[in-house]
């Protein structure tokens, strides 16, 4: 008798070539041709009827004849018990059962979530000192800016907000964006619709794209704390661009305010001379 590699005595060394050969024509025969091989079989030629039987010592395994004088390797290792066995069954059934439960949460929550927000319905909101520090912060911002078509006015003070320009506000009036980091009117949003329009207090240094208003209804524009009201004949260029124009930076239009050819109108007023 010889001592396997699993540890179990075999009688491979004490039985005759010719026995063995007939053994081994014998196990070939009896293999079922639908079965797998397992490669801890030693020869290979162990077979596993399917894979559920894995754990299973040799002699446990259905629809074979084979006998332990037939292995050079016989499966001795001992696999969970039948009690493990259902545990983890019944684990991974528990698993599956919290899964469920939990993607069915997940649906209620964002549901109730969206019947809360509504933002397609808002006429007036004030979404200002939102302190919005990180990107994703900002992207969720913008996202529900974008569900606003039907707003008419909007507060958005000092949220740090530096562009706007993919939002579509369709029938906002008054938008203040006043305290925030607009570098250029080209980051302002589509507001084919806006009366009253405050930018006080960004970083507004160029009047270039002030004509995506003139179409509009803008009657009040606030532009104050802006590096671009330093800028020569800035009230005449601002009313010549927006014709609907009636107060900027809080002051009506004044006589000195109209811009021709690049010439101001001429001041009509009575002086009276004494010689």
């Known amino acids: ?5 699993s540890g179990v005595n075999t009688l491979s060394d004490s039985l005759p070539k010719s026995h063995l050969s007939h053994y081994s024509k014998l196990g070939v025969a009896h293999l079922p041709a639908s079965v797998h091989r397992s490669p801890d079989s030693g020869l290979g030629s162990t077979p ?3 894979s559920r039987f894995r754990f299973a010592s040799w002699h446990h395994l259905p629809q074979c004849d084979l006998t332990g004088d037939q292995l050079t390797c016989p499966r001795v290792r001992e ?12 684990d991974s059934a528990c698993v599956e059962r919290w899964r469920r439960k939990r993607r069915k949460e997940e649906e209620a929550q964002s549901w109730e979530e969206r019947r809360q927000e509504n933002w397609e319905n808002c006429l007036e909101l004030n979404l200002s000192y939102q302190d919005l520090g990180d990107a994703f912060q900002q992207e969720n911002f913008l996202r ?21 320009s993919s ?9 203040n964006l006043h305290q925030n980091h607009l570098v250029s009117l080209h980051q302002l949003p589509k507001l084919p619709a806006v009366e009253q329009l405050c930018l006080s207090e960004n970083a507004i240094s160029s009047l270039a794209g002030l004509d995506v208003l003139s179409n509009s209804p803008l009657r009040s ?8 009201t330093f800028s020569q004949d800035y009230r005449a260029c601002v009313f010549s661009c927006l014709p609907n124009l009636e107060i900027l930076d809080g002051v009506p239009m004044l006589p000195a305010d109209h811009l021709h050819n690049g010439l101001h109108f001429p001041r009509i007023t009575r002086m009276c001379n004494i010689l």
């Open 221 to 228: 524009l606030n532009l104050t704390l802006n590096p671009v």
């Open 144 to 164: 529900i800016l974008r569900r606003l078509i039907r707003v008419q006015k909007l507060q958005l003070v000092n949220n740090s907000l530096s562009n706007l």
């Open 1 to 5: 008798m010889s001592e396997s590699s």
């Open 167 to 175: 939002v579509c506000l369709p029938r906002c009036r008054i938008l």
């Open 48 to 50: 596993l009827p399917s």
């Open 79 to 90: 696999g969970p018990s039948d009690e493990d066995l259902f545990q983890r069954e019944a």
